[in-house]
């Protein structure tokens, strides 16, 4: 197994898709990048953290390839907004991927250059060695599961999980 760790906006839109996935064994919503240990959800939405919501995956590299799971996050989320997501505002909606070793840096850097041709524009996705991930408190994981009539999910997370389904039937679970 190997690890990825994204930000993408709201880390309930990355984990409903990635957790649709074939050969994603564990997604896990959290907090990384910022200077607070052990966050709390409600200190990150204050925005005095530095932390951003990211979702940590455990992949089998076997079954879905880094590249394929960075190509799903550069269509799910736009890279090309600062500090946003639509609605959600703040730097802890940044785009961020955080890379586990030279490999995942070098995949990283490729697919943000192709995610600009794709997007037209500059794409402003830090990529930053991944340092401590602090996972986020239970409610928050596997979130669009057990609140799919939310209107937040409704309107913002049902849709991104639509998309990359129709973009990507192939990597998608049954």
Aim: proline share 5%; charged share 20%; aromatic share 12%.
């Amino acid at each position: 197994m190997q690890v990825a760790t994204l930000g993408g906006g709201c880390f309930w839109c990355l984990d409903a898709v990635y957790l649709k996935m074939k050969g994603i064994a564990e997604s896990r919503c959290g907090y990384a990048g910022g200077h607070v240990d052990n966050p709390s959800y409600e200190a990150v939405c204050g925005k005095q953290t530095g932390h951003a919501e990211v979702v940590q995956l455990r992949f089998d590299p076997a079954v879905v390839s880094y590249a394929d799971i960075l190509k799903v996050f550069f269509t799910i989320h736009d890279p090309t907004t600062q500090d946003r997501q639509g609605n959600d505002v703040g730097p802890q909606y940044r785009s961020v991927i955080y890379f586990h070793d030279a490999a995942q840096e070098a995949e990283a850097r490729a697919a943000m250059t192709e995610a600009e041709r794709l997007w037209g524009r500059p794409v402003v996705t830090q990529l930053l060695p991944v340092e401590k991930f602090w996972e986020a408190e239970p409610e928050h994981q596997d979130y669009f599961t057990h609140n799919p009539w939310s209107g937040y999910c409704m309107a913002v997370v049902a849709p991104k999980v639509a998309k990359a389904r129709k973009g990507y039937a192939h990597l998608m679970a049954a």
